[in-house]
């Protein structure tokens, strides 16, 4: 077989112009590089006692002592918290004698992310990558609206005419993905228009651009972190049934609260037809069960005991009933058994799924346009909220 691999221009032997050169070191720039330098840091961190979670390979812990150091690492990026700032400052400058380190001091502002500190806990928000994107896109100067998106004309895979630069389209959109990291009221209109990065068309490309005349609108929004809520855990899960009109796909969502503070959130297409309305509620209660279960597992690593088991909020009764009682898996049979796992943690006190109003549900703006009125009312009570007074 002839192997694939190349020498670099300018690195050919040219007595030996099939050899390649073999990488003693892994070179800054290359693929490998992120790989190699969180290989190396995982292993100086471990020496040093850091114990790395199995729920997230990227956070590590350090307990002795009674003290607690947290490092959270992405690629060269890490944020250094604890419970005893001498034991922080020491780790600090052990790992500058290690690696090339640089201490920017206090958090304010990570990988995008505006982290503004008051007495009542802390905001998060992207306002200046907001406006980076604006500007890069030419629409700081767009006319602002008050929702992310219009109920008309109903986009669909052939709505429109192409687009003439699909990557525009692509590159926008993978920025409003990551954007949607603390913005959780444009999670749904983010999820529909990447169901059409294949093949976009004009009038995605509006629809993509109404985003942005919000943001521009919304640019200080975030979501704020009280520092006097208590230690609960409960989640809203809602579907929207089969409103997609190119394939009957249910988009569901789910909002993940730790107290009063939005922690987690999603808003996508779920994988398969769902028959009923019930199968479909049914389905995003599993997807909630699973990330509730993988935030116990972070929270309990942390050290953090809850005072009771989780709840997640379903507004349909059914679905409710589903996954506690057995006598109902007759009428649910094609459902794949790996939903099914709910029910466990509902049989042994793990979780509870209680039902809600369809008023109350706050995961609704995460699964379908809402009117302007409701759609603003619902933007405090997700969450979402302008940078308070310092």
């Known amino acids: 077989m002839k192997s694939m691999l190349r020498n670099p221009p300018g ?6 112009p099939h050899y390649v050169c ?40 350090y307990r002795q002592h009674g003290a607690i150091i947290y490092v959270l690492v992405y690629v060269d990026d890490m944020l250094i918290t604890g419970t005893n700032t001498a034991y922080v400052t020491i780790f600090i400058h052990t790992l500058a004698a290690r690696f090339s380190l640089k201490d ?38 767009s006319q602002p609206v008050s ?13 429109g005419t192409p687009h003439h630069n699909p990557t525009e389209y692509r590159t926008v959109l993978g920025s409003l993905q990551y954007l949607s990291f603390t913005r959780p009221d444009i999670a749904y209109a983010v999820n529909r228009l990447s169901q ?10 509006q629809a993509a651009k109404r985003i942005l005349r919000y ?32 394939n009957c796909v249910s988009t569901n969502a789910y909002i993940l609260y730790l ?66 009682n057995p006598v109902f898996h007759s009428r649910m049979k094609h459902v794949a058994i790996d939903f099914h796992f709910v029910r466990e943690y509902v049989q042994s006190d793990a979780l509870r799924v209680t039902h809600v ?13 809402l009117p302007r009125p409701q759609f603003v009312n619902c933007l405090s009570k997700i969450g979402v909220t302008e940078t308070p007074p310092s």
């Open 104 to 141: 920017l001091g206090e958090m304010s502002y990570c990988l995008g992310l505006e982290a503004t500190r008051t007495s009542k806990g802390l905001h998060l928000m992207q306002k200046r990558y907001i406006i980076d994107l604006l500007a890069k896109t030419n629409m700081l100067n």
């Open 357 to 369: 109003s369809t008023h109350d549900q706050l995961a609704d703006a995460l699964t379908k346009l």
């Open 11 to 16: 690195f050919v032997d040219q007595d030996r």
């Open 259 to 324: 107290g009063g503070n939005p922690i987690s959130w999603s808003s996508k297409k779920q994988r398969s037809v769902s028959l009923s309305s019930t199968e479909a509620e049914y389905r995003v209660v599993a997807n909630t069960a699973s990330e509730v279960s993988w935030v116990c597992s972070l929270l309990t690593k942390l050290g953090i005991s809850l005072p009771a088991p989780p709840v997640i909020y379903c507004d349909n009764v059914s679905a409710t009933y589903l996954s506690a």
């Open 147 to 159: 929702n992310p998106m219009s109920p008309t004309p109903a986009l669909t895979l052939n709505s």
């Open 196 to 205: 059409f990065m294949h093949a976009p068309t004009d009038l995605h490309w």
């Open 215 to 246: 943001l521009a609108e919304t640019s200080s929004h975030g979501i704020f972190i009280r520092a006097d809520t208590p230690l609960t855990l409960h989640a809203y899960s809602d579907v929207d049934w089969s409103r997609n009109l190119d």
């Open 22 to 61: 073999r990488l003693h070191k892994a070179l800054y720039g290359l693929k490998q590089e992120p790989r190699a330098w969180y290989q190396e840091l995982r292993r100086y961190l471990l020496t040093l006692g850091f114990v790395n979670f199995v729920a997230d390979t990227s956070l590590f812990t």
